[in-house]
């Protein structure tokens, strides 16, 4: 059964890498929001919600499917997206779908195209991602889409609310710990856009979770990512 709880003995290390992936953008409105795919349908419902504020009028959602998420979009990870978000209450005409990228650069240069096949050339930008994954999606917008104004945002919610959500504590600090090795680790390969170092606290949290197991979720690369 999966554990539900962030253990003590690492919850100091696992709020430092959740704070850290947050960016702490303000939602503002823009010309297109870009929905990302993944296994849960926290970031349809904020889409939807931020729709309902008037903060966009048109919304991609973009995503194939992974193992992790077939079992519950077996249409894939966008069309699950949009049949929610139009549940939702947003009209299905102010909805465009990207059904192939299988990873964050092809969400977001598959989702340009499909923009510019509908004469839909954005200015501004927001991106709606998983929590964990803020700081990588908007630092690879940036290598892809470099002309537009970009915001990044999740659904403001606590750590403990997350994992409430996913229902497996494990699985969480597995996919922050991922996400921080790649930050460095894609930089390094040019996938992304080189940020400012990467503050101490944060790679001494993310050596300590990865001593303590959490290692699911890394890329075979495994170099320190201070190096």
Same mark, same amino acid.
């Given at each position: 059964?999966?554990?539900?709880?962030?253990?003590? !003995?690492?919850?100091?290390?696992?709020?430092?890498?959740?704070?850290?992936?947050?960016? @702490?953008?303000?939602?503002?409105?823009? #010309?297109?929001?870009?929905?990302?795919?993944?296994?849960?349908?926290?970031? %349809?419902?904020?889409?939807?919600?931020?729709?309902?504020?008037?903060?966009? $009028?048109?919304?991609?959602?973009?995503?194939?499917? %992974?193992?992790?998420?077939?079992?519950?979009?077996? @249409?894939?990870?966008?069309?699950?997206?949009?049949?929610? %978000?139009?549940?939702?209450?947003?009209?299905?005409?102010?909805?465009?779908?990207?059904?192939?990228?299988?990873?964050?650069?092809?969400?977001?240069?598959?989702?340009?195209?499909? /923009?510019?096949?509908?004469?839909?050339?954005?200015?501004?930008?927001?991106?709606?991602?998983? $929590?964990?994954?803020?700081?990588?999606?908007?630092?690879?917008? @940036?290598?892809?889409?470099?002309?537009?104004?970009?915001?990044?945002?999740?659904? $403001?919610?606590?750590? #403990? %609310?997350?994992?409430?959500?996913?229902?497996? !504590?494990?699985?969480?600090?597995?996919?922050?710990?991922?996400?921080?090795?790649? /930050?460095?680790?894609?930089?390094?390969?040019?996938?992304?856009?080189?940020?400012?170092?990467?503050?101490?606290?944060?790679?001494?949290?993310? #050596?300590?979770?990865?001593?303590?197991?959490?290692?699911?979720?890394?890329?075979?690369?495994?170099?320190?990512? #201070?190096?």
């Amino acid at each position: 059964m999966p554990n539900v709880m962030i253990p003590a !003995a690492v919850r100091e290390d696992v709020e430092t890498l959740w704070v850290f992936h947050d960016l @702490q953008h303000e939602p503002r409105p823009v #010309d297109v929001c870009i929905g990302l795919g993944g296994h849960d349908l926290g970031v %349809a419902d904020y889409t939807a919600d931020l729709y309902h504020e008037g903060l966009f $009028p048109r919304i991609v959602f973009t995503g194939a499917n %992974a193992p992790t998420t077939i079992d519950a979009f077996p @249409q894939g990870e966008a069309l699950g997206y949009r049949d929610h %978000a139009i549940a939702r209450g947003v009209p299905a005409e102010a909805v465009l779908v990207e059904p192939a990228a299988t990873n964050t650069s092809e969400n977001l240069e598959y989702s340009r195209k499909v /923009l510019a096949e509908h004469r839909i050339e954005p200015a501004s930008v927001l991106l709606v991602s998983h $929590p964990y994954q803020q700081r990588r999606a908007f630092a690879t917008a @940036q290598m892809v889409w470099p002309d537009v104004d970009l915001l990044c945002v999740s659904r $403001p919610m606590t750590l #403990d %609310a997350y994992v409430g959500t996913i229902g497996d !504590a494990d699985r969480v600090v597995d996919m922050l710990v991922g996400e921080t090795q790649r /930050l460095t680790l894609y930089a390094e390969l040019g996938f992304i856009s080189h940020e400012e170092d990467m503050p101490a606290e944060v790679i001494g949290a993310f #050596d300590r979770l990865v001593a303590a197991g959490y290692t699911s979720r890394l890329v075979e690369d495994r170099r320190p990512i #201070d190096v």
